[in-house]
């Protein structure tokens, strides 16, 4: 089946660490995404990518880093200059067409990360 | 900029009875419209979609949406609710010349009496 996976699902980080979340997708889209969604919050963009070895910041980039390697890959790290990390982290994918064919994103599971 | 408004934070309805879900968007073009549903600690799900041609959009789960230009409007409607719909609702807005971004709004808690 096609789909988006996101692992771990939880994840437990000491303060000063980095931690890398990861994003893989087999549908075969050109655009991924990274968004960070907060208690009672919509989602924030961090970072996307719409095509490989190729990225932007969203509203929310410092603190984190990102690479796009392969299509299918989008890795999220965290650093240790993201102030406040504890939240859900998601990760999206959508083709990237021509103007006029609206691109829905899908989104994986999510994972849960926890600064102790 | 794009962004999204979703006036009601939660709303609580009872089994069978109708739910609608406010959203007003403000962006300068046609924008691509969405509606997504998240259930706890889970990703989300597209519910419906709007681009372009009829203003009336159904989706899955027996949701339907109406675009209404005028009023910068996307509202999210379903005639008869089920337990099973207890949910944030998240409406988005999107556009090509954003390159393709998703806005999203603050979403909607909903929850279901019995």
């Known amino acids: 089946d096609g789909g988006i996976t996101q692992s771990p699902k939880y994840l437990f980080r000491k303060e000063g660490q980095n931690v890398t979340l990861s994003c893989e997708q087999n549908l075969n889209h050109d655009a991924m995404y990274w968004y960070r969604q907060d208690p009672g919050q919509g989602l924030r963009l961090i970072y996307y990518?719409?095509?490989?070895?190729?990225?932007q910041k969203g509203d929310i980039a410092e603190g984190y880093s990102v690479s796009r390697e392969k299509k299918e890959s989008f890795p999220l790290t965290v650093t240790s200059a993201q102030k406040n990390p504890t939240a859900f982290y998601l990760c999206a994918s959508s083709r990237f067409g021509t103007s006029g064919s609206g691109n829905e994103q899908f989104f994986g599971p999510g994972t849960r990360l926890t600064v102790l | 900029a794009q962004s999204v408004t979703q006036p009601d934070i939660h709303i609580t309805v009872s089994e069978g009875a109708s739910l609608e879900l406010r959203c007003n968007y403000s962006?300068?073009?046609?924008?691509?419209l969405f509606w997504y549903v998240q259930s706890p600690g889970q990703g989300l799900q597209l519910l419906l979609k709007y681009f372009s041609g009829d203003t009336l959009v159904q989706g899955i789960k027996g949701f339907e949406a109406e675009f209404k230009r005028s009023q910068s409007s996307f509202n999210l409607r379903k005639p008869s609710v089920h337990w099973s719909d207890a949910a944030e609702y998240f409406c988005?807005?999107?556009?090509?010349?954003?390159?393709?971004?998703?806005?999203f709004g603050g979403g909607t808690r909903v929850l279901v009496k019995p």
């Open positions: 962006y300068g073009a046609t924008p691509y």
């Open positions: 990518s719409q095509i490989v070895n190729d990225f």
């Open positions: 988005a807005v999107g556009a090509w010349a954003a390159g393709n971004k998703l806005t």
